[in-house]
């Protein structure tokens, strides 16, 4: 098992930036694939970006497309997201987690250990 500590969330306006940050302690983190998700008020838990365990693939959602980044340090057992040009409907909490394994469809069912999430609050 792997805990997951989440940070760096807060109100920030559109068009600002955040950084968030996942740690990880427990089982070697460099071996997993790695993913965000967001959830806001009454919708479900939505994919958000994934970096596979080298850092050297990322997937993201169309809607964070060309705003969002994922990457991650091994050394330090790290996962971070880099937001950009946030908008109101990026309001969630955000959620890093492991995947089960290599290749998952990017789905909360195919991810585990779950962190307690940061929240981020886009004013408009």
């Known amino acids: 098992q792997v805990q997951l500590v989440e940070s760096g969330g807060g109100l920030v306006q559109a068009g600002g930036s955040l950084r968030l940050s996942c740690a990880a302690s427990g089982r070697t983190f460099s071996n997993y694939d790695m993913a965000w998700f967001r959830q806001a008020p009454g919708k479900e838990r939505d994919f958000v970006a994934s970096i596979n365990w080298s850092g050297d693939t990322t997937v993201f959602a169309d809607t964070v497309k060309g705003r969002f980044t994922i990457s991650r340090d091994n050394v330090k057992n790290m996962v971070y997201l880099q937001m950009n040009s946030l908008k109101p409907e990026d309001t969630a909490v955000y959620y890093c987690?492991?995947?089960?394994?290599?290749?998952?469809?990017?789905?909360?069912?195919?991810?585990?250990?779950w962190g307690q999430g940061t929240q981020v609050t886009v004013s408009s």
């Open positions: 987690a492991v995947a089960r394994r290599a290749f998952v469809a990017p789905q909360p069912s195919e991810y585990r250990d």
